[in-house]
């Protein structure tokens, strides 16, 4: 945060309530009860942040979109009963109650909604609001018919009296000071006393009848604003500790209040990343994005959800949005296809106005969305997003190599999986880059995607030393993966340069089912697949889950023996059953396997 004036949070919203403002891969087998409270995110499929959008539309997006795109979540806006005001979008960040119950749909169909999306194979993180009840100094009736008045709100959800909230009536005034933040009002939300165990019951109630209903993680608005200890005695809860849990923690210079602090029951979003990508993109200097995963002033990776921009960034202007143009959809580009956090995708819908809703009703409901009409965005269709999940999925934890910069233009590989070329410039970049990707004939995923034939937009040839020419448009982008080939042939399409005399392939597939920050592996008795130590055993690409896909070189006509492993986020190793697999190498070519994981 910088200051009260300049936080989004803290500035005065319109007439009726002139000081308050928002707060604010998984398989569908779900998670084990075994893994820890903590994410991986590189081995996380990345997530859509469908902000606003109703509940059935959100089900139908995840069967027609979000699945076959590979997203692995989608986050819904708060499903909380609220406040029934003038249709602003924040009403959604006043509860009234814990009910399921909203002006984007009701409790069967937010269950109906995360059972189709599940079917689909995205699971669903929702926002939820635990730090304050609504900021109505009157009596009023919430969208389900709960009548409330101020810092009365009768349960049994959400059932708080006088004496459930801190003694503090009055606003922050100084960010500086850890009690204000923590125990006072914000912008005149009535701030719960989260140090009360009958307050934290009540809320791990409201979360655990989430989980009930198949939540899969949150997204906790306003974490800064509740003691770290308050959190993590809540999530201590929670009948499912395998939740994945991120923090809303906007840190600011100085303030005594950082993210590190509530990695003891989550990750953290980080800002600071936002930031960043607005201030380089709209600056056209790239150069220092190539080293930006191992800065200091940013978390951990494995421990930061990061995003281009979200409902808050995009109103205030502290980070790019859809209206940035060229700007925004590059910095998505690298966002999914830089190694560095978790992140999501936002999609929202267009504005002028700060307060705006949705497309709604004259009730207040929301209308369900409708891509290609009216004011929604859908950036997560974007060829730079939908594409670059992808891309994502396809590289998994592969390292960044082969990464080069001449100030308005970056480009960089993901191990042997993947290339990309960001070109901020505004006229056209045609170079001759090196990669380690193996040869053969790459689909541009920006540009269009695979064919029978080849490619439906630019074709990428990587020659046998790994070199290659890209053309990236003006203001644009190039990306290639080993899951998107010329003719959609699962292996790199053979180049008219030769294999090096002796070495063939082997493509490598399993079917195997996982669970959240599990990853599978090959392993066998040659070196270049591990020498049986699992520690060095060859990372499977999830592009085309339920089966995992790698290419190894080896030598011709060697016959060699290997298994299957399966690697927690903890690093804990899971052997398939069963005798040693045997495949022996072709004498030219790839020979592709098609094997079902035992056990």
């Not at 609504?134 to 008045?149: D, F, K, L, R, V």
């Not at 003719?487 to 597939?509: E, R, Y």
Request: proline share 5%.
């Amino acid at each position: 945060m910088t200051t009260p004036a300049t936080h989004p949070r803290r500035a005065a919203l319109g007439a009726l309530l002139a000081a308050v403002l928002s707060l604010a891969g998984l398989t569908a087998a779900g998670l084990t009860t075994a893994q820890t409270a903590t994410a991986a995110p590189a081995t996380m499929r990345p997530a859509a942040n469908l902000f606003q959008w109703t509940w059935n539309s959100i089900a139908q997006e995840c069967t027609t979109q979000l699945g076959p795109a590979g997203y692995g979540y989608v986050q819904t806006s708060p499903p909380n009963e609220h406040v029934v005001l003038a249709g602003q979008w924040w009403t959604s960040y006043q509860p009234v109650s814990y009910k399921i119950a909203s002006k984007l749909g009701t409790r069967a169909e937010y269950k109906a909604m995360i059972d189709t999306c599940r079917a689909a194979g995205v699971s669903v993180i929702t926002d939820v609001v635990v730090n304050h009840m609504s900021g109505q100094t009157s009596a009023g009736t919430g969208w389900a018919g709960t009548a409330y008045s101020e810092e009365r709100y009768p349960g049994p959800e959400g059932g708080y009296g006088p004496q459930d909230f801190h003694s503090c009536k009055t606003n922050i005034s100084n960010y500086n000071d850890r009690y204000q933040v923590q125990n006072c009002r914000l912008v005149g939300l009535q701030d719960l006393d989260t140090g009360s165990d009958y307050v934290r019951s009540e809320i791990a109630a409201y979360l655990n009848d989430l989980i009930s209903l198949g939540v899969r993680g949150f997204r906790v608005d306003a974490s800064k604003h509740i003691a770290a200890g308050d959190l993590e005695a809540i999530r201590g809860k929670l009948t499912d500790q395998s939740v994945y849990i991120e923090h809303e923690v906007i840190a600011g210079g100085g303030e005594p209040i950082q993210p590190a602090e509530y990695f003891g029951s989550g990750d953290s979003n980080e800002f600071n990343y936002s930031r960043n990508l607005k201030s380089v993109f709209q600056s056209g200097n790239l150069s220092s994005l190539g080293g930006l995963k191992d800065q200091s002033w940013l978390l951990p990776t494995g421990r930061a959800a990061v995003f281009v921009d979200n409902h808050d960034t995009e109103r205030n202007g502290e980070t790019l949005s859809y209206k940035n143009g060229s700007d925004y959809r590059l910095a998505n580009v690298f966002a999914l296809s830089y190694p560095y956090g978790w992140p999501t995708v936002y999609s929202g819908y267009a504005f002028s106005n700060h307060d705006a809703g949705a497309p709604q009703q004259g009730n207040g409901k929301v209308n369900d969305a409708v891509c290609g009409q009216g004011t929604w965005t859908c950036a997560h269709r974007w060829n730079e997003t939908a594409h670059m999940v992808g891309f994502r999925n396809a590289v998994g934890t592969a390292a960044l190599t082969n990464v080069w910069s001449d100030g308005g233009r970056l480009a960089y590989g993901r191990g042997s999986l993947g290339y990309v070329a960001i070109n901020r410039n505004g006229s056209a970049l045609q170079r001759t880059f090196q990669t380690s990707l193996p040869a053969g004939r790459y689909c541009d995923v920006i540009s269009g995607a695979t064919t029978s034939g080849g490619c439906s937009g630019t074709t990428v040839t990587v020659a046998s030393g790994g070199s290659a020419t890209f053309t990236v448009p003006a203001n644009g982008s190039v990306a290639v993966h080993v899951g998107q080939l010329a003719g959609g042939t699962g292996t790199p399409t053979p180049t008219p340069t030769p294999t090096p005399t002796g070495a063939s392939q082997i493509s490598f597939g399993v079917t195997a089912t996982t669970s959240w920050g599990q990853n599978v592996f090959v392993v066998g008795d040659r070196a270049e697949l591990g020498s049986w130590n699992p520690a060095s055993a060859i990372a499977l690409s999830s592009a085309t889950y339920p089966v995992w896909r790698t290419s190894v070189t080896l030598p011709a006509g060697t016959v060699v023996q290997y298994k299957y492993v399966r690697k927690e986020s903890n690093g804990a190793v899971t052997w398939e059953t069963g005798s040693n697999r045997t495949a022996t190498v072709p004498a030219s070519g790839v020979l592709t396997l098609t094997d079902t994981w035992r056990g």
